[in-house]
């Protein structure tokens, strides 16, 4: 047991979780004290004393699915009898000689998505896994290539959709529990909800029993390392998949919160006012008029005020989209966000955030009625710097900070450093926030090399982690 | 007797038989009103045996509070509550010198100066004793003689700086006073740490405790979380509840319906005699769920699309 938690622990840290001797020796001494005959008790024993942050769980249970394969009791598949208690419940089911055959595997899938099945998803996925899978040992391909054979052989979106759209027929019992909401609407709307909850705890069963599979065929080590995935920090703003930025935005909020409650911290730390001397005396009184500790007044420490120009053309949109998000979700960390979005044009936004009811709404106004192309809807940094100046100079004073977002790809539009070079001028400090890897910066049409001699800094910010270490620094 | 002589005696809660094994902590659990899964009794059973405290992350109004109340309840002991908030510091969170009593006491002697020298040790060594300690929360857990549950309510509002203050605590279960030297702990006490996620925590006192994050709860334990704190209610309109409010904390919410909420909102239904969920009904009461005007209106939006 010991060799396998080192390992399992190895492919934590890997996986790039912060996982120190301690976390080890305490999910050594939580087998020792544990009665190990459940795997998920193991699973909660382990995540106890490895996972010390929310977001690394997902990473965790991929890993844990791998090491500890040996498949738990309840997914063993034994489809004779899977058949006959099929048949027992009056839903056909197998022939003779217990193979259950394919209209009603699809009965059963229906039912179990639709919530009146008696099969457990987890024996279903096992089911198919075992069916449609058809692991070979030998041949070098990932999960993702038996997960597609997989969905296709199940049929999952085909049987998904057709079951959403009887739901919205009415041709379809509503599961028990729904069943005496005399509300049809809001019945079928719980009922769909249902079905794509089911679907995806589905697929997340079926990926979970593939990756089990392999790691008894292949071992788990090599298993894991294939399928590490970044943690929500750690991916790239640029290539991000749309499941991982789903799960970017659910972190987004948290991380505002952190992050606004670390500014205000520092504002108010390290202030050293003069002595306050009414405050002294007054505490003195309960130490007998002697003044054993001295007051200070607290000096107001200012409030940078933003100025945020975004590049919000398709290759950069994501990062944009992240970065105004935090800006104004820290909002009264700020004394005033003015925003600005360009891509051959650009146009103020900070309106469309003052007059829409969430953070969220706003950026997907933002996207739709910006007026932020001019010409050919390329990215055209030097026409879109020259157009702010011509417009908006008003906007930068001695008291901004200007964050200028953006890949710094031009299109061999010409660079007009000058005039960002006036903008710096103006301005207290100027950032450039690149999400592109700096490697690249200057090749092709990067016009960053042109640009940053004006710039107090140009930061890379490929990431989540990389955003947050600039935001936090800024004050 | 100082407290740094007498022996340790490290069981909490070992013998209990409420504490035997997770299977038996869930029971234990649910005969005094909390419905835990099989995770957080794992965790509990785990804290209780490797000596180590649990920090509870979650969301506001997952019963993170609730958590150290019902350990309490059922091993019928004493609850000690360190309510962490910005400031709070050594004199409030471990002990502080009585400063009032310790004046007196050398006020109560000044008649005979002259012999004041062989007085002045005696009355020195006296000064600084147990009698004129007040002991704040974390050195009253470390002292009691029986074991106790200590709750370090949303330590995530205190600074860093006095996060560190803990950690000898967390980990060693003594105090160091320097005047008197190392208080240990008489038996250790079962230390639960919340949090709700407003700061990271150091990595110092992650690495001490054993981690448990409360979520929101699945659509089945709401139900019978619903169903045992709302007796009155109908099993029907319960699962409808549970189902409701699963669905609200879909949409994009600035503050998603805690289970508190969900048990107001039960509450209401049942005073309005409702039987069956209808979006009617949903939209009048929303308010009890949530509590920004924008989460209101986005919610009453979706309700009203389901009617058209």
Known sequence: MIGTLTAFSDELRRAGLPVSLTETLDAVRATEALPLANPAVLRAALAASFVKDVTHQRAFDTVFDVFFSGAPPRARLDEPALAGELADGGQGGGDATGELDAASLADALADALSGRGELDLNRLAALAVERFAGIEANRPVGLSYYLYRVLRGLDLDATVSGLLEQVRAGTIESPPELDQIPDLGLRRRLQREGVADRSEALRQAIEAELARRLAAVRGAVPVARSLRRNLVEDVDFMHASRTDLAAMRRSLAPLARVLAARLARRRRLGRQGALDFRSTIRHSLSTGGVPVAPRFRLPRRTKPELVVLADVSGSVAAFARFTLHLVYALGSQFSAVRSFAFIDGIDEVSRIFAQSSSITEAIERVETEAAVVAADGHSDYGGAFSRFSARYLDAVTARSTVLVLGDGRGNYHPAHPEVLAGLARRARRLYWLNPEPRAYWGSGDSLIAQYAPSCDAVVECRNL??????????? | MSPAELPLTPSRFSDAPSFASPAALV??????????????????????QLHKPILVEGPAGTGKTELAKSVA????????????????????ALYEWNYRKQLLRIQADRPDEERSDGRWASLEADLFSEEFLLARPLLEAIGASEPVVLLIDEVDRVELETEALMLEVLAEY??????LGTVRARSIPFVVLTSNDTRELSEALKRRCLYLHLDYPSLEREREIVLERVPQIGAALAGEVAQMVASLRKLELEKRPSVSETLDWARTLVLLEVEHLSSEVTTATLSLLLKHRHDLELAARELAGERA
Do not use: H, M, W
Not at chain 2, 28 to 47: C, K, M, N
Not at chain 2, 73 to 92: M, P, T, V
Not at chain 2, 174 to 179: K, Y
């Open chain 1, 465 to 475: 982690r990389q955003l947050e270490r600039f935001v936090s620094e800024l004050s």
């Open chain 2, 27 to 48: 029971e234990a659990l649910r005969r005094v009103g909390y419905l835990a899964d099989e995770q957080i009794a794992t965790v509990l059973y785990l804290a209780n």
């Open chain 2, 174 to 179: 003594q105090v160091s006073i320097p005047e």
């Open chain 2, 73 to 92: 309840a059922l091993a019928g002991s004493r609850l000690i509550r360190l309510q962490c908030y910005e400031g709070l510091d050594e004199s409030k």
